[in-house]
């Protein structure tokens, strides 16, 4: 299959016409993703618009990342990443609201995402909305936000700080 050559856009944006590797870089390690997989996020896919040649896209954790732990922060990052690979430069389908389910697998079409939010640990699910808001990813943001609904629907008002593990 012969690949077309990109031609010059007015908005900038040739790097995710024709995918091209590059490495999202955090706390020294990298992160090897595509230019059409971070497409997704609306911060990373600005960066590229305005330096279409980049090779490396920073991501450098902010203290409260910090405090959380670096671990965890890095641990999400690698999420982060695994969500963008696999769905590929095509954002899902953002959860209805309100929710039909506590069951992931019946609010998410992809069977992938269901799987995906419901293994995280509250810690890493609060670590990954603000990741995704930071990040604009905003299908992210929406199933992980849909999770966390998803763990306080039908509980009692006085057990949803235990439900929600804060």
């Not at 016409?17 to 992160?31: D, F």
């Not at 954790?61 to 910090?66: G, I, V």
């Not at 695994?82 to 506590?102: N, Q, T, V």
Request: one cysteine or more; glycine letters at 6%; hydrophobic letters at 45%.
């Amino acid at each position: 299959m012969e690949v077309e050559a990109a031609h010059d856009s007015p908005d900038g944006l040739d790097s995710l016409v024709v995918p091209r590797t590059l490495a999202i870089v955090c706390n020294g390690k990298r992160y090897e993703v595509t230019t059409k997989q971070v497409g997704i996020s609306s911060v990373w896919a600005a960066a590229l618009s305005g330096d279409a040649n980049a090779a490396e896209l920073p991501f450098d954790l902010n203290q409260d990342e910090k405090d959380n732990g670096i671990v965890h922060g890095e641990a999400v990052l690698q999420m982060v990443i695994d969500f963008l690979r696999y769905h590929d430069g095509s954002a899902p389908e953002i959860p209805a609201k309100p929710l039909r389910s506590k069951n992931m697998h019946d609010v998410l079409k992809d069977p992938w995402d269901a799987e995906f939010i419901t293994k995280m640990s509250n810690r890493h699910l609060y670590l990954t909305i603000h990741f995704a808001n930071r990040l604009g990813i905003n299908s992210l943001l929406h199933i992980a936000c849909a999770r966390t609904a998803s763990l306080i629907k039908g509980v009692p008002l006085e057990r949803m700080r235990d439900a929600l593990a804060v």
